[in-house]
């Protein structure tokens, strides 16, 4: 009857045996994070943000001082009075 003991294995063998069974665990570790990350990582990409407003444009404009002072107020007069369009362009 022959028992592991009684083998011959060389030192190399018991390497490669401990290396492929530590990689392989971290193989599985590696998958289970990732897969972890991805469920439970929300979803933002599915909606573009907004980008600025009427309003902090025309005031970005009269800060750059592209129109004076009754230019910016004459428009934001006009903005706030008129309904936000829906049409693009």
Not at 26 to 34: F, N, Q
Request: hydrophobic share 45%; aromatic share 12%.
């Amino acid at each position: 009857m022959m028992f592991w003991y009684d083998h011959d294995v060389s030192g190399w063998g018991w390497f490669a045996m401990s290396a492929s069974m530590i990689l392989f665990w971290a193989l599985i570790i590696t998958a289970a994070v990732l897969l972890f990350r991805a469920l439970g990582r929300p979803h933002e990409h599915t909606h573009s943000p907004a980008g600025p407003s009427p309003e902090q444009l025309l005031a970005e404009r009269f800060a750059r001082g592209e129109i004076d002072d009754d230019e910016y107020q004459r428009r934001l007069t006009a903005l706030r009075a008129s309904p936000p369009s829906t049409k693009p362009g």
